[in-house]
């Protein structure tokens, strides 16, 4: 490790806390309703609460049951992968990042944690390091996870030399392949699965197995109108960099080296001058540690928040 330095609807299921006749009950999962979405949420685990931001489809089957012996994971939709919200161009056109990070926000304070730790994989970053940056007095922590760091043409150049140097041919055959097929598979998809499709075809880019087969993920993920919020709104390199700067929660970078997606250079520079971040970079892996190589993944996590958020 590298120190560089709304409104809850009715819940689905429903726990005693502990086995305790007087204890009060918990909800298991449930509907955050704020300005027409419907964000389904669902938490797991015991331990200090951690948002998983994105997702409560694709992100529970992400990480493993050992993770939550130790923490109570908190999994919530963002407003892109909620098919059904779609409340016209004129009101898209008003939302940002900031907008993703308010829903998390709406959360916490209708399940009364104090503060949270946020959890952002890939584009789901830029939602958690809003949040921290609006509200850092309930964030105990942050965690990002192959994020993106900024505008995606800002690290094009990176991306194609991480790729040049260390993908295989088995990789680059593989992708190829893949690719050819692309436009056959969308387009017998229902549009909603576009981005689930184009994940799928692309493993050789998310996996450091090429062949890593992500359909059990993948399965009943589906995206809106909203996603395209997202990638139009990214920060611009000096923009990511003087929001780093403002954050004051510990906060834990972990990349994979065979991230051939989010190209770890471009991490590097980005942290250049930045303290406050611990930076692992896993030399086996890629876009998805938590799911691929819990093993490796896992003790980094457990291990840095015991550190950070001491109990």
């Not at 409104?7 to 806390?17: F, G, K, N, Q, T």
């Not at 009364?112 to 730790?117: E, K, L, N, R, Y």
């Not at 041919?169 to 576009?194: C, F, H, I, N, V």
């Amino acid at each position: 490790m590298v120190r560089g330095s709304g409104v809850l609807a009715v819940a689905l299921l429903v726990r005693s806390c502990a086995g305790d006749e007087g204890a009060p009950e918990v909800a298991d999962s449930g509907v955050l309703s704020i300005d027409g979405a419907e964000l389904s949420w669902i938490r797991e685990g015991e331990g200090p609460p951690v948002y998983v931001l994105g997702s409560s489809i694709y992100y529970p089957k992400a990480y493993s049951s050992e993770l939550r012996e130790h923490f109570e994971l908190v999994f919530l939709d963002g407003r892109h992968f909620v098919p059904e919200y779609d409340p016209g161009e004129d009101v898209l056109a008003r939302l940002d990042i900031s907008t993703f990070a308010d829903d998390v926000e709406a959360l916490r304070r209708e399940l009364g944690h104090d503060v949270i730790t946020v959890v952002g994989h890939s584009i789901h970053g830029q939602i958690a390091l809003s949040y921290a940056d609006r509200y850092p007095e309930s964030t105990e922590a942050l965690v990002l996870i192959g994020a993106v760091p900024f505008r995606f043409s800002e690290f094009a150049e990176e991306a194609d030399q991480v790729w040049e140097e260390l993908a295989s041919q088995e990789r680059r055959d593989l992708l190829e392949e893949r690719l050819a097929g692309l436009e056959a598979r969308l387009a017998a998809a229902p549009t909603s699965r576009a981005f689930a499709e184009s994940y799928d075809q692309r493993a050789p880019l998310y996996w450091a197995d090429p062949a890593y087969d992500a359909s059990y993920l993948l399965e009943g993920l589906e995206d809106g109108p909203a996603f395209a919020v997202l990638t139009s709104n990214l920060p611009t390199a000096e923009g990511a960099r003087a929001r780093l700067e403002r954050i004051s929660a510990p906060t834990l970078l972990v990349l994979g080296k065979l991230d051939f997606a989010i190209p770890y250079l471009a991490w590097e520079r980005l942290l250049q001058g930045v303290s406050g971040v611990d930076y692992v970079l896993l030399e086996e892996d890629s876009h998805n540690p938590q799911t691929e190589s819990p093993d490796r993944f896992d003790p980094v996590l457990i291990e840095w928040m015991a550190e950070h958020l001491p109990r």
